[in-house]
């Protein structure tokens, strides 16, 4: 079946622009997860959401960051007033339910912060 | 929080060889482990998992161990091949404290020469 997918692939902005990053889970999961691969920093988690549960924002850097997940599926994570230090490869992950802890993962977006 | 310590951070072994990565975490509530492979330009890709109720996983060249105890784990890839060449993650997750949330390790880069 179809994994996760991401979009877009590579994303390059001026520094001070709003970006929005798409993800699309595996149909059914109902967990979805952001996380951020920088070079510095390695792969941190950013946001997590599980069914119609209130997300745990928890690993967001900054109020600059935020995302939703709408019915249930697609998700959108939107950085505003974009740094170079957002400079990173976002990540989405999908889980089949909330007691199963295997994540699968998209290809990942590629945000260039110039 | 929790935080996982991997090592080595780059490995390079002869086609044929065996090749191990370790893994320590701290937080003692940790109970899921699952190892990733990335490849370039890829997202990680769940190659192996392993629960804490269970010491050893195997899975055809690829094994992982879990001591709880000492609070580490580890992967063992036997008879490499060129193709296993890319960068491993290990990771754990708390389940029950929220969000499930992966925490990283920094990463391995392993390179099977040919």
């Known amino acids: 079946g179809a994994g996760v997918s991401q979009s877009p692939s590579n994303k390059v902005t001026e520094k001070g622009k709003d970006v929005e990053l798409r993800c699309d889970p595996i149909s059914g999961h109902t967990a979805l997860y952001w996380y951020r691969q920088s070079l510095g920093q390695g792969l941190e988690f950013l946001i997590y959401?599980?069914?119609?549960?209130?997300?745990?924002k928890s690993g967001l850097p900054s109020d600059r960051f935020s995302a939703e997940r709408t019915g249930g599926s697609v998700s959108t994570l939107t950085i505003q007033r974009t740094q170079q230090e957002d400079s990173a490869v976002y990540l989405c992950a999908s889980s089949p339910s909330r007691g199963t802890d295997t994540q699968y993962f998209g290809p990942g977006t590629r945000l260039t912060v110039l | 929080g929790e935080n996982v310590e991997q090592h080595p951070s780059t490995l390079s072994v002869q086609e044929g060889d065996s090749a191990v990565i370790k893994c320590t975490y701290s937080?003692?509530?940790?109970?899921?482990f699952p190892w990733y492979k990335q490849e370039l330009g890829k997202g990680p890709q769940l190659i192996i998992d392993?629960?804490?109720?269970?010491g050893e996983k195997k899975d055809q060249r690829i094994a992982v161990t879990l001591n709880k105890t000492a609070k580490h784990f580890s992967l063992h890839i036997t008879e490499t091949q060129p193709e296993d060449s890319a960068v491993y993650f290990c990771?754990?997750?708390?389940?029950?404290?929220?969000?499930?949330?992966?925490?990283f390790g920094k990463g391995t880069k392993l390179s099977v020469i040919p």
């Open positions: 959401f599980q069914g119609n549960s209130a997300p745990d």
């Open positions: 990771a754990s997750v708390a389940s029950g404290a929220g969000s499930y949330q992966l925490t």
């Open positions: 392993i629960r804490s109720n269970v």
């Open positions: 937080d003692s509530a940790s109970n899921y």
